[in-house]
């Protein structure tokens, strides 16, 4: 086999005269006829154009040429000359070809089922180039996603090496713990009837990490949760994941800020300054989400206040409620571009998905309101127009619920309003902290207490008292961080004194039994010289996905799962025989499909 002397994005005009030998796979070909052939060889660096030319190479040569079809693995010697047809300004190389000498066919395919063109992949399912997933991560655009993957890594490494962080490898087959989604487990074959649980995070043991006096730690880890996956969440994924001892929050928040920092400013070249901190009351009031894309000015206003002293019954039994609210959302120029059908519809349906009565909208002209619930303002309009900053031709959508339903219904709004007006700068970079999360959240539905993040968060150290008499009230020191609408980061100071420990588990209805038997060993380590500690975790994949410009995860992980959880490509999760399930102690009821 020829021994590959230089790469396919790597010939330059420096290298006429000189005699290269490449290997790859034949991107394109073109007969010509009369003993003249061209093929486009492509590897992972690029692509260089092949001229086979009677009277330069033997016939055999010529004859294997001519028997060439795209997607098969060549070797190929030839000499480096200017090109005589026509410079190509759309690659590197496109000033130099190969004139080709000899040529070894290291693998004839068969007709792909798929070609990796960044034009044909537009056209073909995803489930398609899932399945055929070799073949698709052949396409430059997937190379590229996967160098992006390792640069992101080395320079993760090397930031956290240069911040004495130790990276340490935590164990995949733990203990099943209660943090926020279902766990995967594994039966045991050595215990039977026992299971393992596979880590939804290494959170437990990097806390146990830094009462093992690690100091700094951290890793990138895989991590699995049972949940329906989605554009920007698959149940397998990557985390940068780390914990310090002896800090503060602003001590945890400096240093990660810093991380972002210098990573946009190495990938992408851009410096985004030291990320500001926003208030989770502050950006659910203004923007309706705990992640809001700062990309776009849309802001929402409470009205409660005006809205009290209509006759509108929708305000009126809204503010009735406990914890009622009527909150406005302005969109500027929006009553000549979004259509009633869009109001009625598409927009009235969100309301609708998360349990609002409906939508009430208001048109404001040069006459004043007009259309929708303009009746009902009459005593209001002047003091609205000022509140809200009104200009003719604005429209206005309301929300009138509990105030955390009438934030989702106008943040979300808000996303798709952004979205169909094209008011998203698209070049920008918008990443901030949120802070000072709520410590838990009511479940209606099971009436009881969960954790807003997770039951290892410490309270904000002014708030220990709420434990005992208001929880609901209790600020953690959680914190999120935000890139371009999404949450890309989340943790928070760890709790490291046991009897605070418990006494969170016993907010959130974790008897002593369950404590001992969950989290024996964590109450246990903590009772014997905790230090203070806080961390958190990146989303990996979601970083990437940002950092590439696509909206799918499953673009930039090498083999991803399909939106049902599937692999086609190895046709995952498959049937297990009887005699493995025997030997585990495992008996399925269910039938297998």
């Given amino acids: 086999m020829f021994k590959r002397t230089h790469n396919c994005g790597q010939l330059r005009t420096s290298h006429v005269g000189t005699s290269v030998i490449l290997s790859g796979w034949v991107n394109t070909y073109r007969d010509q006829g009369k003993g003249l052939t061209f093929v486009d060889l492509r590897d992972r660096e690029g692509l260089t154009q092949i001229v086979f030319n009677t009277g330069d190479a033997p016939p055999e040569v010529i004859e294997k040429a001519r028997s060439l079809r795209r997607e098969d693995v060549i070797a190929v010697r030839g000499d480096v000359?200017?090109?005589?047809?026509g410079v190509n300004p759309k690659l590197p190389t496109g000033e130099i070809e190969v004139l080709a000498k000899d040529l070894e066919v290291l693998n004839s395919t068969n007709t792909p089922p798929i070609l990796p063109d960044e034009y044909e992949a537009a056209k073909i399912a995803e489930e398609v180039r899932l399945k055929y997933r070799y073949i698709d991560l052949r396409r430059p655009q997937m190379q590229r996603t996967l160098r992006m993957r390792h640069e992101v890594a080395r320079i993760t490494r090397d930031y956290f090496h240069s911040h004495g962080f130790l990276e340490v490898e935590t164990p995949?087959?733990?203990?099943?713990?209660p943090e926020g989604a279902r766990d995967f487990i594994v039966p045991s074959r050595i215990y039977p009837g026992k299971w393992y649980a596979l880590p939804q995070s290494p959170q437990i043991f990097k806390q146990i990490l830094m009462v093992g006096g690690c100091e700094r730690y951290f890793q990138l880890c895989k991590c699995l949760r049972d949940e329906d996956p989605r554009a920007d969440r698959q149940a397998e994924f990557t985390q940068i994941d780390l914990e310090m001892s002896f800090v503060q929050r602003d001590d945890v928040l400096d240093i990660m800020g810093e991380f972002i920092r210098t990573l946009l400013q190495k990938v992408k070249g851009i410096?985004?300054?030291?990320p500001p901190r926003i208030g989770y009351m502050d950006?659910?009031?203004?923007?309706?989400?705990?992640k809001p894309d700062l990309r776009y000015e849309l802001e929402i206003t409470d009205i409660s206040d005006l809205a009290a002293r209509t006759d509108f019954g929708v305000f009126k039994n809204a503010i009735a409620k406990d914890k009622g609210v009527v909150r406005a959302l302005?969109?500027?120029?929006?009553?000549?571009?979004?259509?009633?059908k869009q109001l009625d519809g598409q927009y009235t349906d969100i309301a609708k998905s998360f349990k609002a009565g409906g939508l009430p909208v208001v048109k404001y002209g040069q006459n004043g309101f007009e259309t929708g619930i303009s009746k009902f303002l009459a005593p209001i309009a002047q003091e609205l127009i000022s509140k809200l900053a009104l200009t003719s031709g604005d429209l206005v959508l309301f929300a009138a619920d509990s105030w955390q339903i009438a934030?989702?219904?106008?943040?979300?709004?808000r996303r798709q309003v952004a979205r169909d007006l094209k008011l998203v700068r698209e070049n920008e970079w918008k990443c901030f902290w949120v802070v000072d999360f709520p410590m838990f959240q009511r479940d209606a539905e099971q009436n009881r207490w969960v954790s807003e993040h997770h039951p290892f968060t410490a309270p904000r150290a002014d708030q220990l008292h709420l434990l005992d008499s208001d929880p609901g009230s209790c600020v953690s020191s959680s914190y999120d961080f935000v890139i371009n609408g999404y949450e890309t980061a989340s943790g928070s100071i760890r709790i490291h004194r046991p009897e605070i420990q418990q006494k969170v588990f016993q907010i959130l209805g974790i008897t002593p039994e369950q404590q001992k038997i969950k989290f024996g060993f964590l109450l246990e380590a903590l009772s014997y010289g905790a230090p203070p500690h806080g961390g958190l975790a990146f989303g990996f994949d979601r970083l990437i996905m940002l950092l590439t410009g696509t909206d799918n995860i499953r673009d930039v992980i090498a083999f991803p799962k399909t939106?049902?959880?599937?692999?086609l490509m190895t046709d995952a999760p498959g049937p297990v025989d009887e005699e493995q399930l025997k030997e585990l102690c495992v008996k399925v009821e269910a039938e297998q499909k």
């Fill in 81 to 85: 000359r200017a090109r005589t047809g």
């Fill in 172 to 177: 995949l087959l733990i203990k099943t713990t």
């Fill in 271 to 274: 410096d985004i300054g030291p």
């Fill in 283 to 290: 950006a659910m009031n203004k923007y309706g989400s705990d």
């Fill in 330 to 340: 302005r969109i500027p120029g929006g009553a000549e571009k979004i259509t009633r």
């Fill in 407 to 413: 934030c989702k219904v106008l943040g979300e709004l």
């Fill in 563 to 567: 939106q049902n959880g599937v692999d």
